[in-house]
Structures are given as structure tokens and as C-alpha cells.
């Protein structure tokens, strides 16, 4: 049985930062590339940032400079660092697990910035 679990959202001022982590188990984890996703009120889901099995990164434009995907192998653990914070980053924040055509999912974490 696969499961992502995150945590480490919260409320948080603007130019703050949260570090969302995501626990995978039931998957051969260094074998997946990784990602975090966000889904704010009204809007589609978007890609934030990911991490391949051999370590290299992409990010969306709108957080470059700003958030840090990370991932630990050994703990089955991919990080997202988020710093300067906007209230625009306002989302539900949900981990990806992707391995072939195998996708999972977990159930997500709120991040709220205030102005």
C-alpha cells in the first residue's frame, strides 16, 4: 500500500518561511522522481517544483530563487524549503510520486501567507 503523508504547512506572514515535508512508503523511493504541487481556491493544480531520482531540479518560474526541493533517500523524504513568502503561494501544497505510469498522491497540506 502506497502512501505520501506531508506536513509542515500552516499560516505564516508574507516574506516567512515553511519547510513542507512528504514521507513515502510502499514505493521504492530513490527510484521515483518526486514533486510538490499546488492548488490555490478557483485555480488548476500546478507543478512547484521537482526532483529526479539523480538529483536535478526544476521549478516553476514563480517560485526560482525562492523555494528548494530537497530529498533524502535514506528517510524516503522529499522537502520543500519555502522562503519569502507571498500571499499569492496561498495553496493546498500536495506531494507526487512518479515511477513509469505510476502516479500517487498525498492528501495535501494548507499554506496560508498573510499580507
Known amino acids: 500500500q502506497v502512501q505520501l503523508v506531508e506536513s509542515g504547512g500552516g499560516l505564516v506572514q508574507a516574506g516567512g518561511s515553511l519547510r513542507l515535508s512528504c514521507v513515502a512508503s510502499?514505493?521504492?523511493?530513490?527510484?521515483?522522481?518526486m514533486s510538490w504541487y499546488r492548488q490555490a481556491p478557483g485555480n488548476q493544480r500546478e507543478l512547484v517544483a521537482l526532483i529526479f531520482n539523480s538529483g536535478g531540479t526544476n521549478y516553476a518560474d514563480s517560485v526560482k530563487g525562492r523555494f528548494t526541493i530537497s530529498r533524502d533517500n535514506a528517510e524516503n523524504t522529499v522537502y520543500l524549503q519555502m522562503n519569502s513568502l507571498k500571499p499569492e503561494d496561498t495553496a493546498i501544497y500536495s506531494c507526487?510520486?512518479?515511477?513509469?505510469?505510476?502516479?500517487?498522491w498525498g492528501q495535501g497540506t494548507q499554506v496560508t501567507v498573510s499580507s
Open positions: 507526487n510520486a512518479r515511477l513509469g505510469g505510476a502516479s500517487y
Open positions: 510502499g514505493i521504492i523511493f530513490n527510484l521515483n522522481t
